[in-house]
């Protein structure tokens, strides 16, 4: 192996500090906006500490008190939660059996390809008519049918990973199944989807997350308390006229806490499932 | 089992994805296709046959020629910036040293805070009057006094493009990462016998490997950012003085904003036939490295 020099181990060291400052401040700086008394943030010079932790806004924009602050961002949360929910269960009902079939047939893969071509579309390209189309339907402003519109981002995604996913599952292993006598649907059942349950939870969870990040239809398809999703009331408390910055940030973390959890814990899932398309290609 | 029924259970097994599919991706783009010749208003009256119009008054229009510019610059500035950042940080988490275990696992970190909130929690960075990036340079002594970052034709698009990097290095960190765990250790410890330097040892041992994956994550990234919207809207909305309004932007106005329906629809294609060929020109190039490297 290469002898690294002691001058090169220095460069070294002082490069993952650099990286680790460029990467934590922001997030640090966010946490500690939530947690200083509006003086601080406000004061010139700043104070970049807090000379008390205030964890008050956390309380307040999570209780749930009638026209408060914490009302609507409390209903913008169940609302996020709700759709992100229905939306990745849908996605992965029409994902499992449908990437089980271009797995198991590729004559028909054609056809996922072009499900999944559409991820060149920018979603203004559709954005009129599923406005006029919700619209007509009494979708709008309604958490059905802001999970439905998901569907455009969910379902190609879930299912091109559910079809690698049961690549990796070889198919001998349900011929030996059927030749002992097992229908498909037995086979599936006890042989397939267990095998498949790690790739369907990665899925899942980047389900969820696509879900929780979405903004452009949320912003267009919501208009109140009804179906407002998280980014949006974020985006609202931004761009109103709150004077508490720390507020702001409050909900930023609020809403952060979640993917984040989801990134730290599920980490080694979620990197196999971002390369394996960087590799495969 | 005969290949037919094969197929037919495979088709009735996607059935149901593709009934969506078409529900919520096709019909809606035939629709944005019809719409962009005619004259509808959002809400209302469906509007008349006017042919080409829309397209050849927007094609025309300084506004649109401008937004492409904005546009492309996002794109080329932020990417290019993603994949140079992404690469080094990966070569040094490729490296030995302690705490690179958990320098690893906070790359996540970025990549997963919603869009939405790296663009406030920007806007709160950049502020004005009480931002941290304002309070840091003049307690540092590199500027006199507060800066409107987002508020200053000169700077914003740069404010934006720094956001988005920050938020988009961390994943071409990882996927590079990945790539260089899958260089073979005989063939680096090989070249270094052969006596090559660092540069060319990377130009020509590592590289190879790298290109692959770095190419979808220059397609992906780059399709992307052509379509950007979310940062945009939260940061500026476009302004200021429309310095930052990208195509997205500018559909949603069109479209939205001023209720023009099937002047916006006109411009989504033209982003989208933009966007395509960019596509199938990257694709091209994919499948060369994919070649080149095997």
Known sequence: ?281 | MSSTWMTTRAWLLMLPLLVVMVAVIGWPLVDTVGLSFTDAKLVGTAGNFVGLDNYTNMLSSPNFSRTLVTTTLFAVISVAAEMVIGVLAALLLNQDFRGRAVLRALMILPWALPTVVNATLWRLIYNPEYGALNAALTQLHLVDAYRSWLGEPGTALAALIVADCWKNFPLVALIALAALQAVPRDITAASLVDGAGPFNRFRFVILPYLAGPLMVALVLRTIEAFKVFDIIWVMTRGGPANTTRTLSILVYQEAFSFQRAGSGASLALIVTLLVTVLAVVYAALVRKTAGSAA
């Open chain 1, 1 to 281: 192996m290469e002898r690294k020099s002691p001058a090169f181990t220095i460069f070294i060291h002082a490069c993952a500090i650099v990286l680790a400052a460029i990467i934590l401040a922001p997030i640090a700086w966010l946490f500690i906006m939530s947690i200083s008394p509006a003086a601080d943030l406000a004061a010139k010079p700043l104070r970049w500490w807090p000379q008390s932790a205030d964890f008050s806004r956390y309380q307040q924009l999570l209780s749930t008190a009638e026209n408060s602050a914490g009302a609507a961002f409390t209903s913008s949360l169940r609302n996020s939660l709700e759709i992100a929910g229905m939306a990745t269960l849908a996605a992965l009902a029409l994902a499992i059996p449908a990437g089980w079939a271009v797995s198991r047939t590729p004559s028909v893969g054609w056809s996922l390809s072009m499900v999944i071509a559409t991820y060149m579309l920018p979603p203004v390209a559709l954005a009129v008519p599923l406005y006029m189309g919700l619209s007509h339907l009494g979708l709008l402003n309604n958490v059905f049918g802001l999970a439905l519109v998901y569907l455009t981002i969910l379902a190609p995604f879930t299912t091109w990973l559910m079809k690698s996913g049961f690549d990796s599952i070889p198919r001998e292993i349900e011929a030996a199944a059927m030749i002992d006598g097992a229908g498909l649907f037995q086979t599936l059942r006890i042989i397939t989807l267990p095998l498949a349950a790690p790739v369907m939870a990665t899925s899942a969870l980047f389900a969820v997350l696509l879900a929780w990040d979405e903004f452009f239809y949320a912003l267009l398809f919501t208009s109140d308390q009804r179906a407002k999703t998280l980014t949006v009331a974020i985006a609202d408390l931004a761009g109103g006229r709150v004077s508490d910055y720390g507020l702001i940030a409050t909900a930023g973390v609020l809403a952060a806490l979640p993917p984040v959890l989801i990134g730290l814990v599920m980490q080694r899932a979620l990197i196999s499932g971002l390369t394996s398309g960087g590799v495969k290609g």
